[in-house]
């Protein structure tokens, strides 16, 4: 039982990062704005966190900073495709590359460096439970934010007036502006917000997960956090659901040769990739749905003056 915990404590902080990075897309994306530059941002986001904390030693500054630096690089692609009408699925390309790129450069200095990791929660009594104690009391309070966004977010997008309000541009930006609600101001907070996210889950893989900084550390979890907001038909809950799913399957390539079966580990390391194809073909098999649950102008240009 106590391996089995461990297990599950891996799989839950290998899908807190894809959580944060999908839930951001989710909020983009409802309103009308394809951001694919979700790899990049967490990459720009994992080297200024690891960056601020190492050289300020604050934790806390470096998940700001992680942030910050996510909502920035945001703030460039709404720049482009907002105001400057740029195609989105260019821009969010060329996003993720410059994201690569530039941490790469802004890394060199502090590759293979160690940095304490973020503290768990520590509750006497309950964190020393067998079982219970290690997987409800041993994460650090940034997996818990990860999942307390998830109700915050739906009772944002289904409750609240500007949700339902960010909801209503993202299915029909045309009728949400001659009703006078400002699409434009909207839309980019919508999507630095979504960059916020995707750079606290860059934040969470160099100061938690894996505390350190590593060239290209994200390994293709942007793209990951891209299918699930598509495998979650646009829906928090089963975002989670996915999150974890994909979390397990990443988790499982470490865990699997242990336990004693002969597989090699390449076949192992393409798991989360063929999983993330698997679940993207067969969602397509029914393309009603997805089109159903789909913002009705989801990447389409807005020009206020059409």
């Not at 990951?224 to 829906?235: G, H, K, P, S, Y």
């Not at 988790?251 to 989360?272: E, R």
């Not at 063929?274 to 098999?285: H, N, Q, Y």
């Given at each position: 039982?106590?391996?089995?915990?461990?297990?599950?404590?891996?799989?839950?902080?290998?899908a807190?990062?894809?959580?944060?990075?999908?839930?951001?897309?989710?909020?983009?994306?409802?309103?009308?704005?394809?951001?694919?530059?979700?790899?990049?941002?967490?990459?720009?986001?994992?080297v200024?966190?690891?960056a601020?904390?190492l050289?300020?030693?604050?934790?806390?500054?470096?998940?700001?900073?992680?942030?910050?630096a996510?909502?920035?690089?945001?703030?460039?692609?709404?720049?482009?495709?907002?105001?400057l009408l740029?195609?989105?699925?260019?821009?969010?390309?060329?996003?993720?590359?410059?994201?690569?790129?530039?941490?790469?450069?802004?890394?060199?200095?502090f590759?293979?460096i160690?940095?304490?990791?973020?503290?768990?929660?520590?509750?006497p009594?309950?964190?020393?439970?067998?079982?219970?104690?290690?997987?409800?009391?041993g994460?650090?309070?940034?997996?818990?934010?990860?999942?307390?966004?998830?109700?915050?977010?739906?009772?944002?997008?289904?409750?609240?007036?500007?949700?339902?309000?960010?909801?209503?541009?993202?299915?029909?930006?045309?009728?949400?502006?001659a009703?006078?609600?400002?699409?434009?101001?909207?839309?980019?907070?919508?999507?630095?917000?979504?960059?916020a996210?995707?750079?606290?889950?860059?934040?969470?893989?160099?100061l938690?997960?894996?505390?350190?900084?590593?060239?290209?550390?994200?390994?293709?979890?942007?793209?990951?956090?891209?299918?699930?907001?598509?495998?979650?038909?646009?829906r928090?809950?089963?975002?989670?659901?996915?999150?974890?799913?994909?979390?397990?399957?990443?988790?499982?390539q470490?865990?699997?040769?242990?336990?004693?079966?002969?597989?090699?580990?390449?076949?192992?390391?393409?798991?989360?990739?063929?999983?993330t194809?698997a679940?993207?073909?067969?969602?397509s098999?029914?393309?009603t749905?997805?089109?159903?649950?789909?913002?009705?102008?989801?990447?389409?240009?807005?020009?206020?003056?059409a």
């Amino acid at each position: 039982m106590e391996t089995l915990a461990a297990v599950l404590v891996t799989v839950i902080g290998a899908a807190t990062p894809l959580v944060f990075a999908a839930i951001g897309e989710l909020v983009a994306e409802k309103s009308g704005v394809l951001n694919l530059g979700v790899e990049g941002m967490m990459l720009i986001g994992a080297v200024a966190a690891f960056a601020v904390a190492l050289t300020s030693g604050s934790a806390i500054l470096g998940i700001l900073a992680g942030a910050g630096a996510g909502a920035i690089l945001a703030f460039v692609f709404a720049l482009l495709t907002l105001t400057l009408l740029a195609n989105q699925v260019a821009a969010g390309l060329a996003l993720t590359i410059f994201g690569i790129g530039v941490s790469a450069l802004i890394g060199r200095g502090f590759v293979g460096i160690p940095l304490q990791r973020l503290p768990q929660l520590d509750l006497p009594g309950l964190s020393d439970l067998p079982v219970i104690g290690t997987l409800l009391f041993g994460h650090d309070f940034l997996v818990y934010l990860s999942i307390l966004l998830i109700p915050a977010t739906i009772w944002f997008l289904d409750r609240s007036r500007a949700g339902l309000i960010l909801r209503s541009i993202g299915e029909n930006h045309a009728a949400a502006h001659a009703l006078g609600h400002p699409v434009i101001v909207v839309r980019y907070l919508a999507v630095m917000f979504g960059g916020a996210m995707a750079g606290l889950g860059g934040a969470y893989l160099s100061l938690a997960y894996t505390p350190m900084w590593a060239e290209n550390m994200t390994a293709g979890r942007g793209w990951i956090a891209l299918a699930l907001v598509v495998f979650a038909t646009w829906r928090p809950g089963r975002l989670l659901v996915g999150a974890y799913l994909f979390g397990g399957i990443t988790v499982a390539q470490l865990h699997v040769q242990g336990f004693g079966f002969d597989i090699p580990s390449q076949f192992l390391s393409m798991l989360p990739y063929v999983a993330t194809i698997a679940v993207l073909v067969a969602i397509s098999a029914d393309g009603t749905r997805a089109r159903l649950n789909a913002p009705g102008s989801l990447g389409r240009i807005f020009h206020p003056d059409a």
